[in-house]
């Protein structure tokens, strides 16, 4: 079974904060996405990645897919209260089925 | 167009009953999946379709979970004989036409409560 695991499970910090969410896992997958989920509603993707070592920046966020294929991370700068939410790392496996394997969660508070 | 949507987006079961949850994917969309999201975990696969198809059935939790999409659009996951275990948000998404890093759209899930 593969399984990923996030960490923190919640971060609660002040606005204008930097923070970083770690994503790991003992299995290699093939694409790793990041989403974030409102209450009430579906994840939304954010990015993905898939070349080993990849940096991928959108606005004040950073995703980094581990040169092995088996973490991730993501950096948030400047964290404002619109960020707040439940970040979503998800896992693709090389077998030719596209099911994604979710992370454990992170959620995350931005206090004004 | 309109995104992924799902129905009813809340239901309350008494245990024992069946139930039967109802997800339109993206006009066009070649794959569809379900997820089962417990309460403050992330999204769990439960089974996958391409068109009619049921390629993969494997997340399924028991036999009381049956799930079809006989036209290859809409889909229905049904849930016999329902247990208080059942309580989650279950998630539908669809995606273009499926393959490596395939972005998946999400509906707004139905939340199940099993009284």
């Known amino acids: 079974t593969q399984l990923l695991e996030q960490s923190p499970q919640f971060l609660s910090i002040q606005e204008g904060e930097n923070l970083t969410v770690y994503c790991n896992s003992s299995?290699?997958?093939?694409?790793l996405q990041w989403y974030r989920q409102e209450p009430g509603e579906g994840p939304v993707l954010l990015v993905t990645?898939?070349?080993?070592?990849e940096v991928k920046k959108l606005k004040r966020l950073t995703f980094q897919f581990g040169d092995a294929r088996k973490d991730s991370s993501l950096h948030i700068t400047a964290a404002q209260p619109g960020d707040t939410g439940l970040y979503l790392c998800?896992?693709?496996?090389?077998?030719?089925?596209?099911?994604?394997?979710f992370g454990t969660g992170t959620r995350l508070t931005i206090i004004p | 167009g309109a995104g992924v949507s799902q129905s009813p987006r809340y239901k309350v079961a008494k245990r024992g009953q069946d139930v039967a949850l109802r997800c339109d994917p993206i006009?066009?969309?070649?794959?569809l999946f379900w997820y089962q999201q417990a309460l403050g975990q992330g999204p769990e696969f439960l089974t996958y379709?391409?068109?009619?198809?049921?390629?993969?059935k494997s997340g399924l939790p028991s036999d009381r979970f049956f799930a079809e999409r006989p036209e290859g659009s809409v889909s229905t996951l049904k849930i016999q004989r329902t247990q208080q275990e059942d309580s989650a948000v279950y998630l539908c998404?669809?995606?273009?036409?499926?393959?490596?890093?395939?972005?998946?759209?999400f509906g707004p899930g139905t939340r199940l409560t099993v009284l």
């Open positions: 998800a896992g693709e496996s090389n077998f030719g089925n596209e099911k994604l394997t």
């Open positions: 299995s290699v997958f093939s694409s």
């Open positions: 998404a669809s995606s273009l036409v499926g393959g490596l890093a395939d972005t998946q759209y």
């Open positions: 006009s066009g969309h070649v794959s």
């Open positions: 379709f391409q068109n009619e198809a049921q390629l993969d």
């Open positions: 990645v898939v070349t080993g070592g």
